[in-house]
Protein backbone atom coordinates (compact mmCIF):
# COMPACT_ATOMS: atom_id res chain seq x y z
CA UNK A 1 0.00 0.00 0.00
CA UNK A 2 0.96 3.63 -0.71
CA UNK A 3 1.50 6.50 2.37
CA UNK A 4 -1.65 8.11 0.48
CA UNK A 5 -3.78 4.54 0.72
CA UNK A 6 -2.79 3.37 4.19
CA UNK A 7 -3.69 7.32 5.19
CA UNK A 8 -7.11 6.84 3.51
CA UNK A 9 -7.68 4.07 5.68
CA UNK A 10 -6.61 5.39 8.52
CA UNK A 11 -9.01 8.21 7.94
CA UNK A 12 -11.47 5.81 7.75
CA UNK A 13 -11.39 4.21 10.84
CA UNK A 14 -8.49 1.49 10.13
CA UNK A 15 -6.36 2.98 12.94
CA UNK A 16 -3.79 -0.09 12.16
CA UNK A 17 -2.80 1.13 9.40
CA UNK A 18 -0.76 4.35 10.97
CA UNK A 19 1.55 1.27 12.57
CA UNK A 20 2.56 0.60 9.17
CA UNK A 21 3.40 4.61 8.35
CA UNK A 22 5.08 4.58 11.76
CA UNK A 23 7.76 1.91 10.28
CA UNK A 24 7.84 3.28 7.33
CA UNK A 25 9.72 6.60 8.39
CA UNK A 26 10.46 6.16 12.42
CA UNK A 27 14.56 5.65 11.64
CA UNK A 28 14.61 8.33 9.16
CA UNK A 29 12.49 10.84 11.61
CA UNK A 30 14.42 9.20 14.05
CA UNK A 31 17.72 9.86 12.71
CA UNK A 32 16.82 13.29 11.33
CA UNK A 33 16.11 14.24 14.89
CA UNK A 34 19.51 12.94 15.88
CA UNK A 35 21.38 15.18 13.51
CA UNK A 36 19.33 18.40 14.61
CA UNK A 37 20.06 17.90 17.72
CA UNK A 38 23.51 17.04 17.28
CA UNK A 39 25.03 19.48 19.72
CA UNK A 40 23.57 17.53 22.17
CA UNK A 41 23.48 13.81 21.62
CA UNK A 42 20.62 12.98 23.47
CA UNK A 43 19.53 9.80 21.79
CA UNK A 44 17.00 9.39 24.75
CA UNK A 45 15.43 13.11 23.89
CA UNK A 46 15.68 11.88 20.55
CA UNK A 47 13.73 8.62 21.24
CA UNK A 48 10.96 11.54 23.24
CA UNK A 49 10.77 13.36 20.52
CA UNK A 50 10.91 11.28 17.58
CA UNK A 51 7.72 9.28 19.34
CA UNK A 52 6.08 12.98 19.98
CA UNK A 53 6.33 13.33 16.41
CA UNK A 54 4.17 10.46 15.31
CA UNK A 55 1.87 11.37 18.28
CA UNK A 56 1.54 14.60 17.08
CA UNK A 57 1.20 13.34 13.18
CA UNK A 58 -1.43 11.18 14.68
CA UNK A 59 -3.48 13.40 15.82
CA UNK A 60 -3.38 15.58 12.97
CA UNK A 61 -3.79 12.82 10.34
CA UNK A 62 -7.06 13.82 9.24
CA UNK A 63 -6.16 17.73 8.26
CA UNK A 64 -3.28 16.17 6.36
CA UNK A 65 -3.94 16.42 2.44
CA UNK A 66 -1.75 14.82 0.37
CA UNK A 67 -2.50 17.13 -2.73
CA UNK A 68 -0.09 19.73 -0.59
CA UNK A 69 2.69 17.73 0.33
CA UNK A 70 3.70 13.92 0.67
CA UNK A 71 3.25 12.39 3.76
CA UNK A 72 7.18 12.05 4.15
CA UNK A 73 7.48 15.67 4.12
CA UNK A 74 4.51 16.55 6.03
CA UNK A 75 6.17 14.12 9.10
CA UNK A 76 9.77 16.08 8.54
CA UNK A 77 7.73 19.38 8.90
CA UNK A 78 6.21 17.82 12.18
CA UNK A 79 9.39 16.56 13.48
CA UNK A 80 11.28 19.74 12.91
CA UNK A 81 9.18 21.91 14.60
CA UNK A 82 8.80 19.33 17.05
CA UNK A 83 12.92 19.90 17.51
CA UNK A 84 12.49 23.86 17.28
CA UNK A 85 10.38 23.61 20.13
CA UNK A 86 11.99 21.44 22.57
CA UNK A 87 14.87 23.20 21.64
CA UNK A 88 13.39 26.57 22.79
CA UNK A 89 11.98 24.87 25.92
CA UNK A 90 15.41 24.13 26.95
CA UNK A 91 17.63 27.25 25.37
CA UNK A 92 17.79 27.99 29.51
CA UNK A 93 18.93 25.08 30.29
CA UNK A 94 22.29 24.10 30.41
CA UNK A 95 21.40 20.54 31.18
CA UNK A 96 21.15 19.07 27.86
CA UNK A 97 24.65 20.41 27.03
CA UNK A 98 26.25 19.20 30.19
CA UNK A 99 25.24 15.66 30.29
CA UNK A 100 26.20 14.84 26.29
CA UNK A 101 29.54 16.63 26.17
CA UNK A 102 31.12 13.29 27.44
CA UNK A 103 34.36 11.72 25.12
CA UNK A 104 34.42 8.55 25.15
CA UNK A 105 35.57 5.93 27.76
CA UNK A 106 38.66 4.70 25.68
CA UNK A 107 41.55 6.13 26.63
CA UNK A 108 44.12 7.51 23.77
CA UNK A 109 46.56 5.15 24.16
CA UNK A 110 43.97 2.80 23.44
CA UNK A 111 42.68 3.46 20.24
CA UNK A 112 45.06 3.81 16.45
CA UNK A 113 45.89 7.38 15.61
CA UNK A 114 43.83 7.20 12.08
CA UNK A 115 40.60 6.49 14.00
CA UNK A 116 41.54 9.30 16.18
CA UNK A 117 42.26 11.27 13.60
CA UNK A 118 38.75 10.59 11.40
CA UNK A 119 36.97 11.50 15.01
CA UNK A 120 38.54 14.46 15.22
CA UNK A 121 37.26 15.68 12.46
CA UNK A 122 34.04 14.48 12.60
CA UNK A 123 33.79 16.06 16.16
CA UNK A 124 34.61 19.38 13.88
CA UNK A 125 32.11 18.83 11.32
CA UNK A 126 29.36 18.20 13.50
CA UNK A 127 30.79 21.59 15.15
CA UNK A 128 30.75 23.30 12.84
CA UNK A 129 26.97 22.25 11.77
CA UNK A 130 25.80 23.28 15.09
CA UNK A 131 27.16 26.44 15.09
CA UNK A 132 25.38 26.94 11.47
CA UNK A 133 22.05 29.34 12.03
CA UNK A 134 19.17 27.00 12.36
CA UNK A 135 17.70 27.15 8.73
CA UNK A 136 21.16 26.76 7.67
CA UNK A 137 21.60 23.61 9.11
CA UNK A 138 17.97 22.12 8.86
CA UNK A 139 18.68 22.34 5.15
CA UNK A 140 22.00 20.83 5.01
CA UNK A 141 20.47 17.83 7.29
CA UNK A 142 17.81 17.41 5.25
CA UNK A 143 20.19 17.43 1.84
CA UNK A 144 22.92 15.89 2.53
CA UNK A 145 21.88 13.28 5.51
CA UNK A 146 18.04 12.84 4.55
CA UNK A 147 18.84 13.21 0.53
CA UNK A 148 15.89 14.98 0.10
CA UNK A 149 15.33 17.10 -3.23
CA UNK A 150 14.88 21.05 -3.14
CA UNK A 151 11.59 21.10 -3.44
CA UNK A 152 11.00 18.60 -0.99
CA UNK A 153 13.32 21.04 1.64
CA UNK A 154 11.19 23.76 0.21
CA UNK A 155 8.34 22.98 1.39
CA UNK A 156 9.56 21.79 5.01
CA UNK A 157 11.24 24.89 6.06
CA UNK A 158 8.75 26.67 3.67
CA UNK A 159 10.75 28.70 1.55
CA UNK A 160 11.17 28.89 -2.09
CA UNK A 161 13.65 26.10 -3.76
CA UNK A 162 15.94 29.36 -4.76
CA UNK A 163 15.60 30.40 -0.89
CA UNK A 164 16.84 26.33 -0.34
CA UNK A 165 19.56 26.64 -3.02
CA UNK A 166 20.86 29.97 -0.82
CA UNK A 167 20.85 28.47 2.56
CA UNK A 168 22.70 25.32 0.99
CA UNK A 169 25.03 27.58 -0.53
CA UNK A 170 25.60 29.80 2.71
CA UNK A 171 25.84 26.57 5.50
CA UNK A 172 28.50 24.94 2.94
CA UNK A 173 30.41 28.00 2.54
CA UNK A 174 30.28 29.00 6.43
CA UNK A 175 31.36 24.98 7.16
CA UNK A 176 34.56 25.48 4.62
CA UNK A 177 35.59 28.36 6.44
CA UNK A 178 35.06 27.14 9.97
CA UNK A 179 37.47 23.57 8.96
CA UNK A 180 39.76 25.47 6.82
CA UNK A 181 42.18 27.06 9.90
CA UNK A 182 42.12 23.15 10.68
CA UNK A 183 43.03 20.93 7.80
CA UNK A 184 45.72 24.14 7.07
CA UNK A 185 47.06 23.71 10.79
CA UNK A 186 46.85 19.59 10.54
CA UNK A 187 48.99 19.58 6.93
CA UNK A 188 51.36 22.21 8.42
CA UNK A 189 52.04 20.22 11.28
CA UNK A 190 52.73 16.78 8.93
CA UNK A 191 55.20 18.75 6.72
CA UNK A 192 57.18 19.91 9.77
CA UNK A 193 56.59 16.96 11.33
CA UNK A 194 58.39 15.04 7.85
CA UNK A 195 61.15 18.17 7.96
CA UNK A 196 62.08 17.33 11.72
CA UNK A 197 62.80 13.73 10.94
Given amino acids: MTDSQLIREIKDGNVQCYGELVKRYE ?21 DLCQETFYKAFKSIHSFRDVEATFS ?13 ELRKSKNSEVYI ?14 PEQELLRTEREQLVRKAIENLPEKQRSALILREYEQMEYKEIAVILNSTVSSVKSLLFRARNSIKSQLESYFSEQQLEEVEGMNKS
Avoid: C, P
Fill in 73 to 85: TWLYTIARNTVLS
Fill in 98 to 111: EDTKQMTTASFDQL
Fill in 27 to 47: RKIFAFILHMLSGYQQEALAE
